[in-house]
């Protein structure tokens, strides 16, 4: 039997306690169809050796009743067999499925920063790749290594009832073939999780091409893509083949090993035949049971090398298990209670890494029900102080409060009932109108759906598609405009109605007439509610109630508008920019 090395079989452990123990009493039922696979299979040497010694004594009798028998035992194997597949897929296939479950419900309540560390793509690929190695590991080690265990036991102990001493030489060579398959078994784990993982990169710069298709054309990059893309699929090709041939090892090694083992019988047995120590029958029955007990050790001998892939896919899934997300709540959370809608910042500071910076003693105040707008160059710190609202992040020095209450001692699903956000970047899904509206709030009416799009200026446009509010998007809301998209994304957020709202650049991407619509629905939005707002064009925030002026991290100034320009400090310099350059975005 093929060894487990390293931390294969801890692994596997884990495995049957998570997932695979409920199925249990479904596995018990297929252990006993495989015990009668062995059982079936090693009662087949016994009787190729009763028919010759049959025919040697021409028992009629048994001459007679011999075939009954066999059909009797070869039918029992085959329903087992059928049995035992059926089963095992219904098991396999519904681990499998609970599995990527957990996986995704993982993902999608992880932080942001544990998603930034791979790309969209690279985590889809482990949904496909990692799972059909571990998939075809579930299958074998019922199909291989208990079925074919069971098998080897029932011939192995035909074997040895029929001759003892033949069977410990034909045992001899199993050390010799052993070794080789767990080294070789150790290299595929290596070898099999560098192809995964750059399986996964090649994926992510795939992804990253076709979505920037638009640059690449502008910029007459195809070749440079082109060349970038062969090189990754060369190096997984590579790997694969590195793969392939360790597997293409295994082969010849089990063949020349069972080749000997055969070999020395057929040498032992011929002379006690010709002796006359044994039958014909001895011998037949003998050379049989040894023959049939070849595929069950060969296939026991590809064995470690599906595990060892298997364990390295399995390494991955529970490595992205076994990370807690950062961002969690309190254990004596309360859900957050908003009076007014207070939104204040004490010395808030703030790091994505140890080295780098975002955000130093911020110290800000956004009354209830009021707009506090957001402005400075790129990089300044504006998008980082916004994600610390909802605790997209959390702060690293500080706090952030509502109405008093610190954002980290609130139950994360109050917090975010109790904002809403508009970016620049809108995620629609490739769902209806309908549905992504209703987004906002689940199990809201059509009624309340349609008075939604109304006071996000979008019912117009949604009426005159073909299929009204039952239109899908398509993927990222690629069938709808730019202007239509953000009017989607608008009535979501009216539809949500939370007290706070964050406005993050909603309105930089559009044309004049979007923007204008856009900026039409967000006014009648923002009436009444906090809200925090981004905006690189100073002309979009000049009525604010309050607009801060960051710089490297830190506000330098607040004030109005009119305040601020009569101090000729940053902001001032920001408007006279914009001004000068009135289409450069900063």
Avoid: C
């Avoid at 093929?2 to 452990?13: E, F, I, S, V």
């Avoid at 101090?567 to 450069?584: C, D, K, M, V």
Wanted: net charge positive.
């Amino acid at each position: 039997m093929a060894r487990l090395r390293g931390d294969t079989a801890p692994l596997l452990a884990r495995l049957w306690r998570t997932w695979l123990y409920p199925h249990r009493a479904t596995l018990a039922v297929v252990l006993v169809l495989i015990a009668l696979v062995g059982a079936s299979t090693g009662l087949y040497p016994a009787l190729i050796k009763a028919a010759f010694d049959a025919f040697d004594r021409k028992d009629a009798a048994a001459i007679a009743y011999g075939p009954l028998v066999v059909i009797v035992v070869t039918a029992t194997r085959g329903f087992a067999l059928y049995g035992q597949t059926v089963l095992t897929n219904r098991v396999v296939t519904r681990v499998e499925a609970d599995m990527q479950a957990a996986l995704y419900g993982h993902l999608i309540e992880s932080d942001l920063a544990q998603l930034g560390r791979e790309s969209p793509a690279a985590l889809t690929q482990r949904f496909t790749t990692d799972f059909a190695f571990i998939k075809e590991a579930l299958t074998r080690i019922s199909t291989v290594l208990l079925r074919d265990i069971a098998m080897l036991i029932g011939l192995v102990a035909a074997l040895i009832w029929m001759d003892p001493v033949l069977t410990l030489v034909a045992g001899v060579t199993v050390p010799f073939v052993a070794g080789p398959i767990g080294r070789i078994g150790k290299k595929l784990r290596r070898v099999s999780t560098s192809t995964q993982e750059q399986m996964g990169a090649t994926a992510s710069l795939i992804s990253e091409s076709l979505q920037g298709a638009r640059v690449a054309k502008t910029y007459a990059m195809e070749a440079y893509l082109k060349g970038r893309a062969a090189q990754a699929l060369d190096e997984v090709r590579r790997l694969k083949m590195k793969a392939a041939n360790a597997r293409g090892r295994l082969d010849p090694l089990l063949e020349i090993g069972g080749g000997i083992a055969v070999a020395g019988v057929l040498v032992l047995v011929g002379q006690r035949v010709l002796a006359g120590e044994k039958t014909v029958g001895d011998f037949t029955g003998y050379v049989a049971a040894l023959l049939l007990a070849a595929q069950p050790a060969r296939a026991l001998g590809n064995l470690n090398a599906i595990l060892q892939e298997a364990a390295a896919a399995l390494r991955r899934y529970f490595d992205v298990m076994d990370e807690a997300p950062e961002i969690r709540e309190a254990p004596d959370a309360r859900p957050l209670t908003v009076s007014a809608g207070t939104i204040r910042f004490d010395g808030v500071r703030f790091r994505y890494r140890p080295d780098a910076p975002a955000l130093e003693g911020i110290d800000l105040t956004v009354p209830a029900g009021s707009v506090t707008a957001l402005v400075g160059r790129s990089g300044s710190g504006k998008s980082s102080l916004l994600n610390l609202v909802p605790r997209l992040y959390d702060v690293t020095e500080g706090r952030v409060t509502i109405d008093g209450q610190d954002v980290r001692a609130v139950t994360l699903a109050s917090l975010r009932a109790a904002v809403a956000v508009v970016s620049q970047e809108v995620v629609l899904f490739d769902d209806t109108i309908a549905r992504n509206i209703g987004f906002g709030r689940p199990g809201a009416s059509p009624a309340e759906i349609e008075a939604a799009a109304r006071a996000a200026a979008a019912h117009d446009f949604v009426a005159a598609l073909p299929e009204g509010y039952d239109f899908r998007v398509g993927p990222g809301g690629g069938r709808l405009s730019g202007g239509e998209r953000q009017r989607v994304a608008l009535a979501r957020a009216f539809l949500k109605d939370a007290p706070i709202l964050l406005l993050d650049e909603a309105t930089s991407a559009l044309d004049s007439e979007s923007e204008r619509l856009v900026q039409e629905a967000l006014t009648r939005l923002m009436r009444g509610r906090t809200t925090l707002v981004i905006a690189h064009r100073l002309s979009t925030v000049r009525d604010a109630d309050q607009i801060a002026v960051m710089e490297s991290g830190r506000v330098i100034e607040t004030g109005r508008h009119d305040a601020l320009l009569a101090a000729s400090g940053a902001y001032a310099r920001l408007h006279r920019l914009q001004l000068s350059e009135p289409a450069t975005a900063e």
